[in-house]
């Protein structure tokens, strides 16, 4: 709980249905600088401050991305959506275009509908 009597969001990383938690795995492959930057920036989503633009935005159909600035010019995207009070990561990627590509979205948009299942 935060001093203002508000909770933090939880944060839970999506697995597949063999345990592995390929987030996770993905994050740790990343070096260091880049894997504070992102887990600064899901803090700053989990406790709610800001959300929205330019860290957090809407993708639709309760899809969210945290963008996150890395060492080397490079751009991180989190996928994510909250259900039950939590904040559940379903995809993270390194962007290399300037649209967020069609496979990156749709596999997170499956893992969600594992969540919702």
Request: charged share 30%; hydrophobic share 40%.
């Amino acid at each position: 709980m935060k001093r203002d009597g508000s909770r933090v969001i939880p944060v839970i990383f999506y697995r597949t249905r063999a345990g592995a938690s390929v987030v996770r795995d993905w994050l740790r492959g990343l070096e260091a600088k880049g894997r504070n930057a992102i887990g600064q920036d899901l803090m700053r989503v989990q406790y709610r401050r800001p959300v929205g633009m330019p860290l957090c935005r809407a993708m639709g159909g309760g899809l969210w991305e945290v963008r996150s600035d890395l060492p080397g010019n490079r751009i991180a995207r989190v996928l994510f959506c909250v259900s039950g009070g939590k904040i559940l990561v379903l995809h993270a990627f390194i962007k290399k275009t300037q649209k967020t590509p069609d496979a990156d979205l749709g596999l997170a948009r499956k893992r969600q509908r594992e969540f919702e299942d």
